[in-house]
């Protein structure tokens, strides 16, 4: 183990050559043993990551299987044992790495003890070589080798400080945030700054967004469907049933239409999603996860849900939000585009508000926690890129209505409720237009609009007839009370010229006008509904728990049931109806009703 | 014998060199698989099967009273490493100490304690991160030191396990010319220019992860690592001990210490005979010329290249200085904050494809982005101050290294360099002088034969 010797013993140089000889064969052995390990090894490794069912896609393959066919017992039992198999391959590995890897070290130790023996025993005597080279260390050859060390340090940190240029400013991003939602405390946007986002003029039109079924409630969230529609259908009979699909994830949200494409959103504690089916057929075409895997300790009630709002779309893309609060754009082929998260909201019951598109924005309206708390906003978002436009803080607590787009001569409002404010915006700057108070205790239903006025109405407070053409605080001065024998607690209300109807969940409803401040007719009707109704000309569509659509005209004196729709389960999402078709959520599956179709 | 021995010899090396990079290949996947288990678990199954997850459970710490009793095992191998090379001057009691380093603190503690880390907490504690510095990681790092202070760098050869494990496989070594080593050891001075950075701004901990032999140590960890301390291994036996001389941030700290040191090691007991034996048989290079062999330059041409590398010293400062202030940004995505502030700033403003593990588990919290962006600020305002400092740093270390270089020193007879002596005791076995001191003591009879340096010619 020592250095050369000096002296050697002639005698032993025999000796020590052979002691040298056979170390370096054991050495030999030692490599060969090292090498025919790590062979065996490698061997192992490609044929079972081959043979991997993870790595293969086996049951990736599968699980996009069971999507499609959920009920599939003999499918569930094959990603089991794949799923088994792919832990026992992992295991077996691991175990036989640790075999193999402990072999090495010991190789390695004797070809390394054996090495050295050979080298000590076959050393021969250092020997002087003469006088040193005279010369200093700091000649020329130092001098470069230094100069070329200082050259590479200086130019690594060079590379560095051009890649800086490109790193965020997080004191100045902090400040945005400030301004943007991440603060709890948030400040109303400057008008005269928001950012405007850039106008494509490929953008769908107004009239093709009229032709669709963009958002919850149809084109500016109002109810209101354009065309005609039959008034009797039976899923079971399968009368105007134009075809029905298995829903792949449970939820409230209402169906979302553009053009051949129906959206969904549905979601469990372990996964979120929007989902796309075809108009013609009902065929699944995909399903996109929203968000983090697992939703982190939030606990919703089962009345909400893990996907209580409507996805939204732009023609493009198509936007989802659910309460973890996280919301993600998806283009038309399933691909996330952009995502953004506001993380955990303070909401009783869980977010549940719905997105609403107008003019290539998207508007998130974010009502949280207590209205002291100044948790609260409305935002708009670049639909292409997920920019902020414009965020303006709302004076309210948490609520779960859906703002609404209506026209006035002066141009569009957005129109959103709260506790205790109806609140008009400036949909292009966030600017506030005029706010109205009435309103109270937990605002759910959505406002309606007919004729340049807004009605909204919620349980324990007053139904609101507001002009839209005001400014500041319209309470004392466009906006009236109006007296109704019921008020909604959850459903949307709908108008029709100046009537209004109002709907509770536990099955009354009613007719109020509001030219003659009178109620025109009151109706029980068994079931209870949750979702909200659609007006097609005068006639409403108005969909109970049980299934059941009662279809009534909005302009007679009295209650006249038109016609009755069934599908046989349970509805809590309002229906989306699109060029003669109604798109009916049951409670695990989509139907698609259509005149078209005959009865069989 | 030389003649036949040296093809066979080539062979070996070729056969060694082979089987390491095959074994740390073979080790780099075996590592890779087995960290896996650690890192990144295997993910439970994703559909319901009435299965029921065991409780996670936390693995116990080790006995907390072992720190007092670590502290003590290194006050003692520091001890009995000096005595057995500064006193015993015995080569091969030294050798079983690298072994006993390697097995106790390598294998047997799996590379902790570690004094090369534990500059990192000092640093951590030192730039005000809330760290409370304990009293046991203190000593473990300023025992080598003092030691080093007094009695040149013994650290090295008989405790550190890092550096013994490079010197227990050193087979052949190549005698790398000063010009050559003198730069590539400024990398040392860069590293721990770096880790002193990111440790006091409390971003991580570049020694630990980037620690070679560790992996080997613990018989898992990142492949890349595993795979990088097994050529550094090969490289090792040819290339005495290539993480010490070059890379060691902690061996910047010894080196400056050791220049005081009084007791030291020195390679003849008596007067040096010019043999040069010594020179051949320091794998590391740290043997010194005698002055009359360096030459002589005129006093003014001296001063004048003196006076202008100490110009040159601030120019090189500020240039660095400058460079590490615009370097800034980059620097401080080394921090896990600023990295996931990156992510999540790009989820927000549209230049992300997808979100990711990180960011989807920091939404989750429930913290808005605005405090993420705040803490990411705050440590890149620690940078803002820390990086031109490290550019300074380093324009000193580069400027002190060539004018250390430059000042011409008095020595009678070769001498261990004591800032790079790694005081194994190499050249005593190659010292004529020593070997007839040795066979004096041995044999009284013997040195009344002989006076001491007669056969400096051997």
């Given amino acids: 183990m020592t250095s050369a010797p000096i002296h050697l013993d002639l005698q032993s140089d025999n000796g020590r050559r052979q002691r040298a000889r056979c170390a370096r064969r054991i050495g030999y052995v030692a490599g060969g043993f090292i090498l025919l390990v790590a062979a065996i090894m490698l061997v192992t490794i490609v044929r079972e990551e081959q043979d991997n069912p993870l790595t293969a896609g086996t049951i990736d393959n599968l699980k996009s299987s069971l999507i499609a066919d959920g009920t599939n017992e003999s499918l569930k039992d094959s990603i089991r044992q794949a799923d088994q198999r792919v832990r026992e391959v992992y295991f077996h590995r691991r175990t036989f790495l640790m075999h193999g890897a402990w072999l090495m070290l010991g190789g390695a130790l004797v070809l390394a003890v054996s090495m050295k023996l050979a080298a000590n025993w076959g050393a021969s005597a250092y020997t002087p070589t003469g006088p040193a080279p005279a010369g200093h260390r700091w000649g020329l050859a130092m001098k470069i080798g230094m100069a070329a060390m200082t050259v590479i340090l200086g130019g690594l940190l060079a590379a560095l400080a051009t890649s800086s240029s490109r790193a965020i400013r997080f004191a100045d991003a902090a400040r945005a945030a400030a301004d ?239 506790d205790p404010w109806v609140m008009a915006y400036d949909p292009t700057t966030g600017a506030e237009l005029w706010r109205a108070t009435g309103l109270g205790g937990e605002v759910t239903p959505s406002p309606a609009f007919a004729a340049g006025t807004v009605y909204a109405a919620v349980e324990r407070a007053d139904l609101l007839a507001i002009r839209i053409d005001g400014k500041g605080d319209v309470s004392k001065t466009h906006a009236k009370k109006l007296e109704a024998d019921i008020l909604p607690d959850i459903v949307s209300l709908a108008a029709y010229n100046d009537r209004v109807l109002l709907v509770s969940t536990g099955g009354s409803v009613t007719l109020v006008d509001s030219k003659l401040a009178k109620t025109v007719w009151t109706q029980d009707i068994e079931g209870g509904f949750n979702a909200s109704p659609v007006v097609a000309g005068s006639r409403a569509y108005l969909t109970d728990l049980k299934g059941v659509t009662h279809i009534f005209d909005l302009a007679t004196p009295a209650f006249k049931e038109l016609g009755r729709g069934e599908v046989g389960q349970e509805v809590a999402a309002t229906p989306a109806m699109v060029a003669g078709r109604i798109y009916i959520r049951g409670h695990h599956e989509l139907f698609c009703i259509a005149a078209e179709r005959g009865a069989k | 014998m030389m003649g036949e021995a040296r093809p066979s010899r080539l062979r070996i090396v070729w056969a060694i060199a082979a089987a390491f990079s095959v074994f ?162 400024m990398i040392a001075w860069a590293y721990l220019g770096l880790a002193v950075l990111f440790a006091a701004t409390g971003s991580d901990f570049l020694v630990c992860r980037y620690d070679p032999f560790v992996g080997l140590f613990r018989m898992s960890g990142p492949s890349h690592m595993i795979i990088f301390g097994g050529v550094l291994l090969v490289l090792s036996m040819f290339i005495g001990r290539v993480y010490c001389r070059f890379l060691c941030p902690y061996s910047v700290l010894l080196r400056m210490l ?201």
Avoid at chain 1, 393 to 411: D, E, F, L, Y
Avoid at chain 2, 112 to 132: E, K, R
């Fill in chain 1, 180 to 418: 943007d939602g991440g603060d709890s405390k948030i400040k109303t946007s400057n008008p005269a700054t928001t950012t405007v986002a850039a106008i494509d003029p490929t953008a769908p039109s107004d009239e093709e967004f009229a032709r669709n079924w963009p958002n919850f409630r149809g084109p500016g969230a109002a109810g209101i469907a354009i065309g005609d529609y039959p008034i009797e259908w039976n899923a079971a009979s399968e009368k105007n049933l134009l075809w029905r699909v298995p829903i792949a994830q449970s939820g409230k949200g209402s169906p979302v239409i553009w053009n051949d494409r129906v959206f969904l959103t549905g979601g469990t504690s372990d996964r979120r999603e929007v989902a796309c089916y075809d108009a013609a057929t009902g065929a699944l075409k995909w399903a996109c996860p929203i968000g983090a895997k697992v939703s982190a300790g939030l606990e919703l009630n089962e009345a909400t849900g893990y996907a209580p709002a409507s996805p939204a779309t732009d023609g493009r893309r198509v936007f989802a939000m659910v309460p973890t609060g996280e919301l993600a754009a998806v283009d038309f082929n399933g691909k996330v585009v952009w995502s953004k998260n506001f993380g955990k909201l303070a909401n009783l019951y869980g977010h549940a508000t719905s997105l609403v598109v107008s003019g290539g924005n998207l508007i998130v309206q974010l009502d949280q926690g207590q209205a002291k708390e100044n948790l609260s906003a409305i935002m708009a978002l670049d639909a292409a890129t997920g920019k902020p436009i414009w965020k303006t803080a709302r004076p309210v607590g948490a609520s779960w209505s859906t703002p609404m787009i209506v026209k006035s001569p002066a141009g569009p409002q957005i129109i959103a409720l709260g």
């Fill in chain 2, 24 to 185: 740390t290949l073979i080790a780099g996947s075996t590592g890779n698989a087995l960290a896996g288990d650690r890192v990144e678990r295997f993910p439970a199954p994703d559909f319901r099967s009435g299965h029921v997850m065991p409780t996670l459970t936390t693995t116990q710490g080790p006995w907390a009273g072992w720190q007092e009793i670590d502290v003590v095992v290194l006050a003692v191998f520091l001890v009995v490493a000096a005595w057995l090379v500064l006193k015993k001057r015995s080569r091969r009691a030294t050798f079983w100490m690298t072994v006993l380093a390697v097995a106790y603190f390598g294998f047997w503690k799996k590379g902790c304690i570690c004094p090369v880390g534990s500059l990192q907490n000092v640093a951590l504690a030192a730039g005000g991160n809330g760290y409370s510095l304990p009293w046991t990681v203190s000593l473990v790092f300023l025992l080598p030191l003092l030691f080093s202070l007094f009695v040149g760098r013994v650290f090295c050869s008989g405790v550190c396990p890092l550096g013994a494990i490079q010197d227990l496989v050193l087979y052949k070594p190549i005698h790398l010319p000063a010009w050559i080593e003198t730069p590539l050891g």
């Fill in chain 2, 258 to 458: 050791a220049i005081f040191s009084r007791t030291r090691v020195t390679i003849t007991p008596k007067a040096c005979v010019d043999c040069r034996l010594c020179e051949m048989s320091c794998p590391f290079g740290a043997i010194r010329y005698p002055s009359s062999v360096e030459g002589r330059r005129s006093p003014e041409a001296a001063r004048r290249q003196v006076a202008l590398a100490m110009a040159t010293v601030p120019v090189l400062m500020i240039a660095l200085a400058g460079l590490g202030y615009w370097a800034r940004g980059a620097m401080a995505r080394i921090d896990f904050t600023v990295r996931l502030a990156e992510k999540v700033y790009a989820e927000e403003h549209g230049g992300a494809r997808a979100a990711l593990d990180e960011t989807r588990a920091f939404w989750a919290t429930g913290q808005p982005a605005e405090q993420l962006y705040t803490a990411a600020a705050k440590t890149q305002a620690r940078f803002a101050i820390g990086a031109p400092l490290f550019g300074t740093w380093m324009g000193l270390a580069l400027g002190g290294r060539a004018l250390s270089m430059m000042i011409r020193r008095r020595r009678t007879g070769y001498t261990a360099d004591p800032a790079a002596c790694v005081s194994c005791a190499r050249c005593y076995e190659s010292c004529p002088i020593e070997i007839e001191v040795r066979q004096m003591k041995a044999d009284p009879s013997f040195a009344r034969g002989h006076a001491i340096g007669a056969n400096a010619g051997v």
